[in-house]
């Protein structure tokens, strides 16, 4: 039996920062911090202004996530900055919370749907999904940790959804109802997470799971126009087939 001997070498796994302090120090983790902030800016999230008398600010958070691909390769650094929901008060800061999403069952008859027509599948996924979700209630959170939005004494008011918020799958959810009605959509009675249009003697089926839309139907052509209207409506990822 061959000798193994101990090489010292140690294999140290990457981890997540324990601290904002820790993250803005490594290069990889700021840019992602960077990246956050700038999505956040660019779709007008939230307005500086003064926390008016008997309200409350929730706190932000930081958190950070390696993802990994199956050979557990770094492959990106994420950053996001949530709210701290727990403190919200229902009736005050979130009233509705809940939000369809397609059950497993619907994604496989939409699967053998697909599969006895010869119909292509696609995916899409939407890229910072709940921070396109519209807030109707009025929710005040506290400065990032480690970027100043204005004066140091003032609060955020969010005019748009956070990830962490309780309310912000709803949001979502109603954002992404109104722009499939307006493409000529109508949304199952039975299943409100799938959506069905006709167009001609052709049709488009899409199932909705949160962020991620199942795409099919007897024609590419409709498939890929719906994909040009969606991406220029909300900022979205093209998968391409589904796999």
């Keep these: 039996m061959q000798d193994l001997q101990y090489s010292g070498i140690c294999l140290v796994a990457v981890e997540e920062p324990r601290s904002v302090a820790e993250a803005l120090s490594e290069q990889s983790w700021k840019k992602a911090?960077?990246?956050e902030m700038k999505a956040i800016h660019e779709n007008q999230t939230w307005v500086p202004c003064a926390l008016p008398p008997k309200q409350k600010a929730i706190s932000l958070k930081w958190v950070f996530k390696v993802k990994k691909d199956p050979e557990g390769n770094?492959?990106?650094h994420k950053a996001c900055l949530v709210p701290k929901g727990y403190a919200q008060r229902q009736g005050i800061d979130f009233d509705e919370v809940y939000a369809p999403v397609a059950r497993i069952e619907t994604v496989r008859v939409l699967?053998?749907?697909a599969a006895h027509g010869g119909?292509?599948?696609h995916h899409m996924d939407v890229k910072s999904?709940?921070?396109n979700g519209e807030l109707t209630e009025t929710v005040y959170v506290q400065q990032p940790l480690g970027f100043m939005i204005g004066d140091s004494?003032?609060?955020l008011r969010l005019k748009k959804a956070l990830y962490g918020l309780r309310q912000a799958p709803r949001a979502w959810n109603a954002k992404?109802?109104?722009e499939m009605i307006a493409l000529g959509f109508e949304r199952s009675k039975l299943e409100h997470a799938v959506y069905r249009t006709n167009s001609g003697e052709s049709f488009l089926i899409v199932g909705v799971y949160v962020d991620d839309l199942i795409?099919?139907?007897?024609?590419?052509?409709?498939i890929l126009r719906f994909k040009t209207e969606m991406r220029r409506k909300i900022n979205m990822s093209d998968l391409g087939l589904l796999s």
């Design 33 to 35: 911090m960077e990246e």
């Design 215 to 222: 795409i099919s139907g007897p024609s590419v052509q409709d």
């Design 111 to 113: 699967l053998a749907l």
């Design 119 to 121: 119909w292509e599948v």
């Design 176 to 178: 992404l109802d109104k």
């Design 74 to 76: 770094v492959v990106k």
């Design 129 to 131: 999904a709940f921070l």
């Design 153 to 155: 004494d003032k609060v």
